[in-house]
């Protein structure tokens, strides 16, 4: 329950990291290291360099953009759910933290790191699924900047390259009338979902649905959108039987399994949920408006 | 394969060490400084019994590179009780309680309340905010009510003093 030996190290600058990560040979980014560190223990990662983004300030914080919130990939779990933007601005983010890990993981745990790390039953990839979160991805050349449903490229696996760092993800406004809700089904609170589902539904003033989004994590390697329910709700107002088979589409979407929760069970709650979901959606939605 | 030179203030005193960079805070603090208060369970951030506070906030120090913390300060179970013995608040409140039986798990369990103390101290505290700060740290034989009624009757007086001795 030791590491391997690395080596580490420690950049001040943006710069420093990505010269080092552009060098080292099999070289691992050390974000918070809430999902690293038991890797490294059980030996299921052995990198031979570790470079640890923790005193690199300018990755840290949370800035108000003209449309949204811009959060450096290094700010903490902690310090998002206590943010008063965040709060105001994205409060999907917010009702999706209470549901990670446990207060001593969030101190130290990162927004970019939980979403590089793509664990299938982590929350904030749905999030990032559901809102369309931006991110910006550097490297020694300069950066580019991706839709969030781009990201994944299998189990655990994200399209960085391995020269590359992602710095900064953006997260739009909740839009003024819109309703949102994050659920999931865990067997102890903070535990990985089985299941986990976040929707925003942005209404109009006739109460009827502008776009609705739909994202749902625990059936795959990464969160699925939901388009063909998405499509079925806009233009609509809540209904309880239009919800309903909005919720039984969840159940179709192709689901992996294992001996605790075959695919059945999960397809099971991901409708369950995402009915759940919408209804709060809808509810809060109006209730805005 | 990796010497650094760490810089660390530990229940109010800094030490000064050099440590291989894969040492992890726990084992820093139970080899190198000798305070074995905090403990080591699991080692993959799962139960909560290596939890110590680093600038003020709980962390697992299985899951923390001692390198990692330097510069930091660090507080843990030795620095809770006062120096001529006088039990801090939360840990005469978990005794009262019958809150603790092997022991294992209290350190954390304290540094876990004492932050939960810090942060929510003096104001209306329920039950299940109670139970959702312990669920991250576990315990195999006393059960849960004891640490909950203790943590009930603590935080809902007054918020801890700016601790004397740390800072």
Redesign the interface.
């Known amino acids: 329950m030791k590491p391997a030996p690395f080596a580490y190290h420690r950049p001040g600058r943006l710069e420093e990291a990505l010269e080092l990560l552009a060098t080292l040979p099999n070289a691992r980014l050390l974000a918070g290291g809430q999902s690293l560190l038991p890797m490294l223990n059980l030996r299921m990662a052995t990198p031979e360099h570790l470079i640890d983004l923790g005193r690199v300030s300018t990755l840290s914080g949370i800035t108000e953009t003209a449309d949204g919130i811009s959060i450096g990939a290094m700010t903490t779990q902690r310090m998002t759910e206590r943010s008063p933007v965040v709060r105001t601005r994205c409060p999907l983010l917010l009702e999706a933290l209470e549901h990670v890990g446990h207060q001593a993981t969030r101190n130290r745990g990162t927004i970019g790191g939980s979403l590089c790390h793509l664990d299938p039953a982590a929350e904030l990839p749905v999030v990032a699924s559901a809102l369309d979160a931006r991110l910006t991805i550097a490297n020694q050349n300069g950066s580019r900047s991706i839709r969030f449903d781009e990201f994944p490229a299998g189990y655990l696996t994200t399209q960085l390259a391995r020269d590359e760092i992602l710095t900064t993800i953006d997260f739009p406004q909740t839009a003024a009338g819109s309703g949102w809700a994050f659920e999931e089904f865990s067997q102890r609170a903070a535990d990985f979902a089985i299941v986990a589902v976040a929707v925003v539904v942005t209404i109009g003033s006739d109460n009827r649905a502008k776009q609705a989004r739909i994202a749902i994590g625990g059936l795959g390697p990464a969160p699925a959108r939901l388009h063909d329910a998405e499509s079925m709700l806009v233009g609509h107002s809540w209904d309880a039987e239009r919800v309903r088979n909005a919720a039984q589409a969840a159940t179709k979407l192709p689901s992996g399994g294992d001996e605790v929760n075959p695919a059945e069970y999960r397809s099971h709650l991901a409708g369950v949920l995402t009915r759940r979901a919408l209804d709060k959606a809808f509810k809060r939605g109006r209730s805005h408006v | ?2 010497e ?1 030179t760490v810089l660390v203030t530990v229940n109010g005193r800094p030490y000064k060490r050099e440590v ?3 040492l ?1 805070l726990a ?1 820093f603090l139970r080899h190198e400084l000798g305070l074995t208060g905090t403990h080591v369970g699991c ?3 799962i139960c ?1 019994a290596c ?1 110590v506070l ?1 600038n003020g ?4 120090a ?4 001692a ?2 913390a330097d510069g930091c300060t660090v507080e843990t179970i030795e620095g809770v009780a006062e120096p001529d013995g006088t039990l801090h608040p939360v840990q005469a409140a978990l005794s009262a309680h019958h809150a603790l039986q092997c022991g294992y798990c209290t350190p954390g369990v304290i540094m ?1 309340l004492i ?1 939960l103390q810090r942060e929510r101290g003096g104001t209306e505290l329920t039950e299940s905010a109670v ?3 312990l ?2 740290n576990l315990c195999r034989c006393t059960g849960y009510q004891g640490m909950v009624d203790a943590a009930l009757a603590v935080l809902a007086a007054a918020p801890e003093k700016a601790s004397g001795s740390i800072d």
């Not at chain 2, 299985?62 to 590179?65: R, S």
């Open positions: 394969m990796s650094h291989d960079a894969r992890s084992d080692e993959h951030g909560g939890t680093v906030s709980t962390a697992r299985c899951l923390m590179l390198v990692q876990t932050e139970r959702r700060a669920s991250g």
